[in-house]
């Protein structure tokens, strides 16, 4: 047994298991209770990233792998006193670095098990690709863009009132106050609005992987794009035909689905400013432990509050997507042209396929999506028809 076997997730999650003791399951994480802290509610959580097993505490601010769990709990440095800090890891785990194991079962975890990848059917990928994040100078600039937004009052009250979507809830989309999270909004320097796609790397950090610009209503609308920490310009975008554009990278998940991790039940927008009208509607954005969920009648687990991520187009769902979901209810709520109305069988039928509940909501008549039906009827008639569909099926 060698130090990269041994970072494998069933030997994180059986670390866990035996150092901490009972855990919570969700989604597809273990929860444990973490030793850094005094948390009232599980706080550290084991997933898996590209056969990684990865740990992460946000109140705390730490993560990592096997490794920096067993040098925190016992105050050793990861680097200089590794050899201590892998005895203690096999002593735990109670086996002998030359291939002898416990007779605890070490066999692989199925795909029901937190920190497991689903096995997809039907020729779906076994694990979405690696995300390609980008290089550190475009970061820079995208978190100059992040911060615009944050300290710009006015500009943020102009481009909220163009979405129809209150001005706190952009102010919560700049500023998302989980350690190492980044937002989910921007602005370039020309006062547009910025789409952040992030993802979250093998050190547990959320850094990002691409950003999304939206034309602007009354705007010269010039076409950029960022590269070297450098932004271009080349043509205009056509209020007809390019309501967005991709300025760097690509979406290597749905838009905000760091944010969903956690989340019991979430909705597929198709769009972001789709998925910003639901999270007002359900008054949703983010932190695990503020109480804004004002909107939702006994809420005893903000777990089981519907949580609203976003694809970039109805076409655009990728099938190796599926694996972000696995364990989740998931509401599709792409809109109500046919476009809308056929990706969202499409993707149902993804989902169902690797185990996923699904329920289907549509923006009801004259409405096309999320956004319009609340700009039209507000925040309320949003939540009540999506609540309204939820009530097809029990929570389990």
Known sequence: MN????????????????????????????LFRCPFGEHRRPKLHVNERDGIGLWR??????????????????????????????????????????????????????????????????????????PVFLEPADVMKLETCRKRLEEDILLRSLLSSELSLREGLMLSATTVSHPGL????????????LYLYTARGRDGNITYTGAKLRHRSNHANPKIYLKGGKWSSCGTMNAESSRFMWVAGKAYQPWGMEFAEQRKIVLICEGESDAMAVNQAFGCLVPEDSSVF???????????????????????????????????????????????????KEIRQTLEDIGCIVVDWA???????????LASEGSLALYQSILSALNSFQLP
């Open 3 to 30: 130090r990269e076997e041994l970072k494998q997730p069933k030997f994180l999650l059986e670390y866990c298991n035996r150092m901490f003791g009972t855990h919570k399951d969700i989604g597809r994480e273990k």
């Open 182 to 193: 980044r937002g989910l909004l921007g602005a370039t320097e020309d006062r547009r609005l």
């Open 57 to 130: 505490c946000w109140a705390c601010d730490k993560g990592g792998d096997i490794f920096t769990l067993a040098a925190e709990l016992q105050q050793l440095d990861v680097k200089t006193q590794f050899p201590d800090v892998l005895k203690h890891v096999a002593q735990v785990l109670n086996i002998s670095l030359d291939g002898k194991m416990s007779k605890r079962s070490y066999s692989s975890p199925s795909p029901k098990r937190a920190g497991a990848m689903p096995v997809l059917q039907k020729g779906l990928m076994h694990r979405p690709e690696s």
């Open 363 to 373: 923006p009801p008549n004259p409405y096309k999506d999320a956004r319009s039906l």
């Open 294 to 344: 004002e909107n939702v009648p006994n809420t005893e687990s903000a777990e089981l509050v519907p949580f609203a991520i976003a694809i970039p187009g109805a076409q655009n769902f990728k099938r190796e997507w599926a694996g972000f979901f696995n364990g989740k209810i998931i509401i599709l709520g792409l809109d109500s042209d046919s476009a809308g109305r056929k990706a969202a």
